[in-house]
């Protein structure tokens, strides 16, 4: 069958179906339509791909949507009022369209706009796993020299990463703990070691993971014993660590009410905590120890002002092995083999080729 725009589209939980849609046109002089070269799979996608959905916002039978959020590509159309972007183009996307007019908005908080169409967030805003996406063209970022459309993808987490990593105020010579080293946890540990942290401990039940954080970042490492409280896990690993009274920031990038209380004891007074990882909407947590000890305990969504930009001084700069984190690419017609492998904890961070596209640098399956 041939298609003008296939898309992959989730109607429920497990139940997803390529199919056509309408290809964009340019309609503002300020657009960009993305021939979609690479997607990236990213937590919240097989939380979809499990649930349907997330926080309230679900898909169904009668109302599909298209997935996917992380995104690179090649500029197929621009509007005439863009100057900085011309059709064949590399770029990274940033995968949202904030109103611009609101008060978040006004103040650089685009991110907590409460008007912002997101990719695949439902009812109505597809995401990027189709052949054509369009999108405001400033917020396509054109790829540097050197620095691949697969690398391209990860300037999402990357972003997300430096999101969390500012929030927190990483200073030159701080101690940081990271709870869970998936591709968020482990592009958080790259970001602070950029940032001056001097010591970051990365946390995992998994010991290929906390091998490939020890090689990506130089992490030292803490697997923690289940059996165990989160207060005496938290004291092993002050103590296994020489943090002294305790760590200066943690990112708690798991969602795991576990890591969650485990974080609060392993903070030094004083210190800072910032949740990226989601869990449970509702969670047992020591409120008395944040509150003796001070802490500065932050919210984390997506990314705002300025985030991009790290991120792409990041992969420009070259100076971390980032390829390293992609461990297989999947074919479009694949999209829910790529989903199942990170469901079963395959890879570190998965990706799916664009409808039809053939890149010359294949990664083959696990």
Not at 43 to 56: E, Q, R
Request: proline share 7%.
């Amino acid at each position: 069958m041939a298609y003008s725009n296939p898309s992959v589209f989730l109607y429920g939980p497990g139940q997803a179906k390529i199919q056509d849609r309408p290809e964009p046109k340019i309609t503002d002089a300020t657009d960009a339509i993305i021939r979609i070269k690479f997607v990236g799979v990213c937590g919240s996608d097989v939380h979809f791909w499990n649930h349907g959905g997330v926080n309230g916002k679900f898909v169904s039978e009668s109302n599909p949507l298209v997935m996917g959020h992380e995104a690179s590509g090649t500029v197929h159309a621009v509007g005439s009022a863009v100057t900085h972007l011309r059709p064949g183009d590399n770029v990274a996307i940033e995968p949202g369209q904030p109103c611009r007019s609101c008060d978040r908005c006004k103040e650089g908080l685009y991110n907590l706009c409460p008007h912002m169409k997101f990719a695949a967030c439902p009812p109505d805003t597809p995401g990027c796993l189709t052949k054509y996406f369009k999108i405001p063209a400033d917020f396509c970022y054109k790829l540097p020299p050197g620095v691949s459309l697969q690398e391209g993808v990860l300037a999402e987490p990357l972003a997300v990463a430096a999101h969390a990593v500012r929030m927190i105020g990483v200073k030159p010579g701080q101690s940081l703990v990271i709870f869970g080293a998936g591709t968020i946890g482990l592009v958080c540990g790259a970001v602070a070691r950029l940032f001056g942290a001097k010591k970051v401990v990365a946390v995992d039940l998994l010991d290929h993971k906390l091998e490939f954080a020890r090689n990506l970042n130089r992490s030292n490492t803490f697997k923690p014993d289940l059996s165990a409280s989160p207060e005496k896990n938290a004291a092993r690993l002050i103590e296994e660590n020489g943090l002294g009274l305790g760590a200066d920031a943690v990112i708690e990038a798991t969602g795991a009410e576990s890591s969650i209380i485990t974080a609060v004891h392993v903070l030094r007074p004083g210190g800072s905590c910032v949740q990226t990882g989601l869990g449970k909407p509702v969670i047992n947590f020591p409120i008395l120890a944040m509150s003796e000890k001070e802490l500065h305990m932050h919210g984390a969504f997506r990314y705002n002002e300025g985030d991009f930009k790290v991120a792409m001084d990041v992969l420009e700069a070259g100076t971390l092995p980032l390829k390293s984190l992609i461990s297989n690419i999947f074919d479009f017609e694949h999209t829910t083999d790529a989903w199942e492998a990170t469901k079963q904890g395959r890879g570190i961070k998965n990706m799916i080729r664009g409808y039809g596209y053939r890149d010359p640098a294949r990664i083959s399956h696990l």
